[in-house]
T-cell receptor, first 114, second 112 residues
Framework: AQSVTQLGSHVSVSEGALVLLRCNYSSSVPPYLFWYVQYPNQGLQLLLKYTSAATLVKGINGFEAEFKKSETSFHLTKPSAHMSDAAEYFCAVSDRGGADGLTFGKGTHLIIQP | KAGVTQTPRYLIKTRGQQVTLSCSPISGHRSVSWYQQTPGQGLQFLFEYFSETQRNKGNFPGRFSGRQFSNSRSEMNVSTLELGDSALYLC???????????FGPGTRLLVL
C-alpha cells in the first residue's frame, strides 16, 4: 500500500521568498512521484514528476523537487515566490504500473503575501 | 493537441437520483481514470479503464460504476445519489504504459 503525507495544510510566504512544500511518501515498491497544482475551479496541472532518472527534477513555473530515497521525501521548492503561485498543491505517488491509480496527499494551500 | 474534456462542468441532482458524467481523453490516450475530490476525504481513486476494460477499482461502493467506449471516451455513473456524493469528479488520461496522468477540469456535482 502506498501513502503520501504533506506537512502543513497551509503555507504562507512573502512574495519573492523561498517556497518549500513538504511531501513524504510510503511505498513498498520503487515509486513514481508527482506534484500537481490546482487553481480554483480547475483540474490538476502537472508541475513535475520523478520516474527514476535524475533525483533533482525541474518542472514548470520555476519549481523543482528532489527525490531522497533515504528520507522517503519529495519536497517541492521554488527560489522566489510569485503572486500567481497561490494555489493548492498536491503530492502523489503511484507504483510503476500505475494501474492502482495515483495516491494523493491531502494538499497544501500556498498563500503568497504581498 | 486538445486536453482532457469533461461534460457537464456543473450538475445539481437530488438524493436518490442517478447521474452520468462524461470524459473524453487526450487523442491517442487509451487509459482513463476517475477520481473524486471532496474537502473531507481529498482526492480518491475511483477506477481506471483501458481498452474498454476496468483495470482496477478504488474503495467505493457499487453505486459508482463506469464504462469505456471503443473511442476511449469514458462515462461514470452514480446511482441512488447521496448527499455525500457531492464532489468534484476528475477524469485523467494517459498513454499506454505512460506514467503521467493528465487531468480534465472536472465535473462539480451537488446533491441536494
Amino acid at each position: 500500500a502506498q501513502s503520501v503525507t504533506q506537512l502543513g495544510s497551509h503555507v504562507s510566504v512573502s512574495e519573492g521568498a523561498l517556497v518549500l512544500l513538504r511531501c513524504n511518501y510510503s511505498s513498498s515498491v520503487p515509486p513514481y512521484l508527482f506534484w500537481y497544482v490546482q487553481y480554483p475551479n480547475q483540474g490538476l496541472q502537472l508541475l513535475l514528476k520523478y520516474t527514476s532518472a535524475a533525483t533533482l527534477v525541474k518542472g514548470i513555473n520555476g519549481f523543482e523537487a528532489e527525490f531522497k530515497k533515504s528520507e522517503t521525501s519529495f519536497h517541492l521548492t521554488k527560489p522566489s515566490a510569485h503572486m500567481s503561485d497561490a494555489a493548492e498543491y498536491f503530492c502523489a505517488v503511484s507504483d510503476r504500473g500505475g494501474a492502482d491509480g495515483l495516491t494523493f496527499g491531502k494538499g497544501t494551500h500556498l498563500i503568497i503575501q504581498p | 493537441k486538445a486536453g482532457v474534456t469533461q461534460t457537464p462542468r456543473y450538475l445539481i441532482k437530488t438524493r436518490g437520483q442517478q447521474v452520468t458524467l462524461s470524459c473524453s481523453p487526450i487523442s491517442g490516450h487509451r487509459s482513463v481514470s476517475w477520481y473524486q475530490q471532496t474537502p473531507g476525504q481529498g482526492l480518491q481513486f475511483l477506477f481506471e479503464y483501458f481498452s474498454e476494460t476496468q483495470r482496477n477499482k478504488g474503495n467505493f461502493p457499487g453505486r459508482f460504476s463506469g464504462r469505456q467506449f471503443s473511442n476511449s471516451r469514458s462515462e461514470m455513473n452514480v446511482s441512488t445519489l447521496e448527499l455525500g456524493d457531492s464532489a468534484l469528479y476528475l477524469c485523467a488520461s494517459r498513454t499506454t504504459g505512460g506514467e503521467t496522468q493528465y487531468f480534465g477540469p472536472g465535473t462539480r456535482l451537488l446533491v441536494l
